[in-house]
């Protein structure tokens, strides 16, 4: 156990797939896992194990923001040896070629601030996806035809954001979506030497204003729980 995490010792598997909605966690791990088991539930923050094609594989809930995600991910590498962590959430999208219900595989992630920004202090690191992950998850993508971009996607600190130059300059920069926890994994998974992978399907779109009706919002979400959990065992 630790602090927010309830699941005993070797109830978390090595592969982690980390959905901000702890009902989310829930419902991927019912459709997608076998023998999906309650792992922890302190603060209503679901997790489950189970296995995928008799691979052993988490999902645990992260909360929103980069706060919220740096514990529930500092916890299970550090205390539980997780060793593949896949963000799998929504994204706004930031370009016009980018569509709702598209998937965006993170391969850089740019941000104003991360909890870490405490010890990068005045270092501009690059934080990147495991290249394992994302080449597995591209090639994944195409097999389920799923319509997919990879490049680089801003994690904000702010859903209602007060900064629209901020937006700007990251759609001129040809960041592909917003979103609010990867940048914080991949400087994590960098500082401890595990995988991970932002997988988003985006869920709303911040030039055309269009966004995802919620009865479509499940098959979305399920395309990107495949994509994860193929690329976690290619
Ligand atoms: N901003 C930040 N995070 C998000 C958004 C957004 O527009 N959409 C989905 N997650």
């Given at each position: ?14 592969t ?5 909605d702890?009902?989310?966690a ?5 459709k ?7 792992v922890n ?12 094609k ?8 992260s ?15 550090r205390?539980y040896?997780a060793k593949t962590?896949?963000?799998?959430g929504?994204c706004?999208g ?10 965006i595989?993170?391969?850089t992630?740019t941000?104003?601030s991360?909890?870490s920004s405490?010890i ?14 994302l080449?597995?998850?591209?090639k994944a ?6 319509a ?5 996607i ?9 900064r629209?130059?901020l937006?700007?300059?990251m759609?001129?920069h040809?960041i592909?979506?917003?979103?609010m ?5 991949y400087i994590l ?6 995988r991970?992978?932002?997988?988003m ?5 911040l030039?055309?204003?269009e966004a ?7 098959q979305?979400?399920?395309d990107m729980?495949?994509v994860a959990?193929?690329?976690a065992?290619?």
């Amino acid at each position: 156990m630790t602090i927010h995490i309830g699941a005993e010792p070797g109830q978390i598997a090595e592969t982690v797939l980390m959905p901000g909605d702890p009902y989310r966690a829930r419902w991927a791990a019912e459709k997608f896992l076998d023998a999906p088991k309650l792992v922890n539930e302190v603060r209503g923050m679901l997790g489950f194990t189970g296995t995928y094609k008799g691979n052993p594989v988490t999902i645990q809930g992260s909360g929103m923001g980069m706060p919220s995600f740096s514990i529930y991910a500092n916890e299970l590498i550090r205390d539980y040896g997780a060793k593949t962590l896949i963000r799998i959430g929504s994204c706004g999208g930031m370009q016009e070629h980018v569509k709702v219900r598209d998937v965006i595989l993170a391969m850089t992630t740019t941000s104003v601030s991360t909890p870490s920004s405490t010890i990068l202090r005045d270092v501009n690191f690059a934080p990147c996806a495991d290249w394992s992950l994302l080449s597995a998850a591209a090639k994944a993508a195409k097999s389920l035809d799923v319509a997919t971009h990879i490049g680089g996607i801003y994690s904000s600190d702010t859903f209602y954001d007060e900064r629209p130059d901020l937006n700007e300059q990251m759609v001129r920069h040809g960041i592909l979506g917003v979103e609010m926890e990867a940048a914080e994994l991949y400087i994590l998974a960098a500082r401890h030497k595990v995988r991970a992978l932002g997988i988003m399907t985006v869920s709303d779109h911040l030039i055309t204003g269009e966004a995802l009706p919620s009865s479509e919002r499940e098959q979305s979400f399920g395309d990107m729980v495949e994509v994860a959990l193929e690329a976690a065992f290619t």
